[in-house]
């Protein structure tokens, strides 16, 4: 029997004989992974080239999955084409503002206190000039005068009787708002002077000195008149007003008296004042005046008229309004 071990020196000897050589083996099993690699990146570029689709050109773009895009044809000039615009867009019309025609000085003559006076009114109307009358609530010939002036080149207004300083020693008439009423009593009242006079396109005030200094009642009344889309005149009947911050302050559509016409009942005084409400006008784009139905105001306006009209454009309220808040 052989001896324990003698199987480990026969194993060295035959080693030895085959030749082995670890070194030998290490660059075999390289040189085989660098040929795999070689075979897969052949084998890739291959794909690459006979199996995936060619890549788009270069003036092409993509659009974007999922998102429809039109079809847009794009026209290139050197000066943009301004006549084809023109004849495929119809612009829009241009923005209206109301200026006149004339020279674009609007002037509006108020003639306040109508309604007590028929034959008065009737001699207004039959000056076939743009006026506006302001109608005091509950006058007699209110109906009759208000038909007659719609047929006229007239316009209607609510002359709102408020409460003076000096009251009750001087009464501003019937419906006349007051500063001791609430707000309910305030609100009723008005609303009753306003349907009282249909067909008003705005309201100024008759008297009012004490009222018009109370910001809390203005905007009371104005919020009345911007429900019913009218249009307030400040008489301008005391210094201390507050109409113009109520009026901004509610977005109502407003304008202040410029000129007292005739407060004093003289031809000479009528005449002057007349001449300087055109000089107000002149001076700052627009104006309003005020004058009442008395005979002698009559007579001056009926001689001044072609004046007038030569001077300024002589339009309604509603429009000098308008042209301020443009």
Partial sequence: MAKKGSAKPKVRKNRKKAGFNPTRQVMKIVTG???????????????????M??????ASTPK?????????????????????????????????????????????IIIDDIG???????????????????????????????????KKDVEIMLHLPMEPENYPGVDPGPGALLTSMNPDEL????????????????VNNHMGSKLTASSEQMRQIFTILKKRNLFFVDSRTSVKTLCRPSAKLLQLPFAERDVFIDHEQTPAFVRKQLKRLIKRARRQGYAIGIAHPHAVTLAVLKEMLPELKAAVS????SKVVAFQQG
């Fill in 314 to 317: 002589l339009t309604y309220a």
């Fill in 33 to 51: 992974l660098t040929l795999l690699v070689c075979l897969v990146i052949t084998a890739a570029l291959l794909a690459n080239r006979f199996l």
């Fill in 64 to 108: 974007p999955m999922g998102i429809a895009q039109p079809e847009i044809e794009l026209v290139h000039h050197s000066v943009p084409d301004y006549e084809a615009f023109h004849r495929k867009v119809v612009p829009p019309a241009p923005i209206t503002r109301a200026k006149p025609v004339t020279n674009g000085i609007p002037v509006a």
């Fill in 116 to 150: 007590y006076d028929r034959k008065m009114a009737d001699a207004f109307l039959a000056l076939d000039a743009p006026l506006t009358f302001s109608m005091l609530p509950q006058g007699p010939f209110n109906r009759r005068i208000i038909d007659q002036a719609l």
């Fill in 187 to 202: 609100i009723f009242q008005l609303n009753a002077n306003l349907d009282s006079i249909p067909d008003i396109k705005g």
């Fill in 53 to 58: 689709r060619p890549s788009p050109p270069v």
